[in-house]
């Protein structure tokens, strides 16, 4: 799988429920043993890769992140600018 192919696979799971939790998707992307896709970082969290994360940012420009709750979701009219809320 590439790193296209993984951030297409997230876009279907976030089209599918209109949110994607990182830690549903990292994990997913962690069994397929390739660290582009998806890796631990320095304190132990999965994580998606960063060229995943790329690609699927460009799939879901109108996404949010939540970085309390670690998922995307769709925008909300009361979001403020940015993606990260």
């Known amino acids: 799988m590439t790193e296209q192919d993984a951030a297409e696979w997230m876009?279907?799971?976030f089209m599918?429920?209109?949110?994607l939790y990182q830690e549903?998707?990292?994990?997913?992307?962690?069994?397929?043993?390739?660290?582009?896709?998806?890796?631990?970082d320095e304190n132990g969290n999965v994580c998606v890769g960063k060229g995943v994360l790329s690609a699927?940012?460009?799939l879901t420009p109108d996404?949010?992140?939540?970085r309390a709750a670690?998922?995307?979701?769709?925008?909300l009219p009361s979001d403020l600018p940015?993606?990260?809320q």
């Open 16 to 19: 599918a429920k209109r949110f």
């Open 11 to 13: 876009f279907d799971m």
């Open 56 to 58: 699927f940012n460009k």
């Open 70 to 75: 670690k998922f995307w979701r769709d925008r």
């Open 82 to 84: 940015g993606r990260q």
């Open 24 to 40: 549903e998707a990292a994990t997913h992307l962690l069994h397929l043993h390739n660290e582009a896709l998806a890796y631990f």
């Open 63 to 66: 996404a949010v992140y939540e």
